[in-house]
């Protein structure tokens, strides 16, 4: 599986992005999809996460409300649409991914599959 990130761009405090996560293969739908981002000089920390089955969706608390993760299988593509962006906001996006019978969980280490990452930065 191999999964390609885009969408990141420059983009003014209280504006909207949406990323997506391009998927290789047919496995898509049996995968647990989430997206983490990385701050210069920070550690990579999870922002959100969706199951294999579109059923249930995780956010980190800071970007709840503000941040929406979706799927469609039928595309093979993730999303992660962020609106009313912040500075804070501004990192690296990856995509990640691990099988359906994983756990979702907020630990980068327990995602078998990883994007390239995409720029996202906001300005004051």
């Known amino acids: 599986v191999q999964l390609q990130a885009f969408g990141g761009g420059l983009v003014q405090a209280g504006g909207s992005l949406r990323l997506s996560c391009a998927a290789s293969?047919?496995?898509?739908?049996?995968?647990?999809t989430a997206w983490f981002r990385q701050a210069p000089g920070k550690e990579r920390e999870f922002v959100a996460a969706i199951k294999w089955n579109d059923a249930t969706t995780y956010a980190e608390n800071s970007v709840k409300g503000r941040f929406t993760i979706s799927r469609d299988n039928a595309k093979n593509t993730a999303y992660l649409q962020m609106n009313s962006l912040k500075p804070e906001d501004t990192a690296v996006y990856y995509c990640?991914?691990?099988?359906?019978?994983?756990?979702?969980?907020?630990?980068?280490?327990?995602?078998?599959?990883w994007g390239q990452g995409t720029l996202v930065t906001v300005s004051s």
């Open positions: 293969g047919r496995t898509f739908s049996s995968l647990n």
């Open positions: 990640a991914a691990n099988f359906r019978g994983a756990p979702i969980s907020t630990t980068p280490g327990l995602y078998d599959f």
